[in-house]
């Protein structure tokens, strides 16, 4: 079982930045790809990118690709989203997810485990 807890998200001002954070609760962490998922208000969750479970593999949605990155630190548990250049249509609850396929996953059925999301607002 893999329990993951989102934190850092928050208000923030278009052209502004965010950092989020996802701690997971399990010992091999080192074994689970991580995605990053978003869900605006009326919309249906989708993807905003993924990390391998070495770190060394990130891709992303079109979408934040150049704005947002993504890195994990194995030796803590923790993935981070950085979110630089926001734009109000970034606003959305975001939550992070595991996989334990070795490849790269953009589906929301790819992935196992769910965070409980954390909500960015971007303000105009």
């Known amino acids: 079982q893999v329990q993951l807890v989102e934190s850092g998200g928050g208000l923030v001002q278009a052209g502004g930045s965010l950092r989020l954070s996802c701690a997971a609760s399990v010992r091999t962490f080192i074994s689970y790809g991580m995605g990053w998922f978003r869900q605006a208000p009326g919309k249906e969750r989708e993807f905003v990118g993924g990390i391998s479970w070495s770190g060394t593999t990130t891709y992303f949605a079109d979408a934040v690709k150049g704005r947002f990155t993504i890195s994990r630190d194995n030796a803590k548990n923790t993935v981070f989203l950085q979110m630089n250049s926001l734009k109000t249509e970034d606003t959305a609850v975001y939550y992070c997810?595991?996989?334990?396929?070795?490849?790269?996953?953009?589906?929301?059925?790819?992935?196992?485990?769910w965070g409980q999301g954390t909500q960015v607002t971007v303000s105009s």
């Open positions: 997810a595991a996989t334990a396929y070795n490849r790269n996953a953009y589906s929301l059925r790819d992935y196992s485990y």
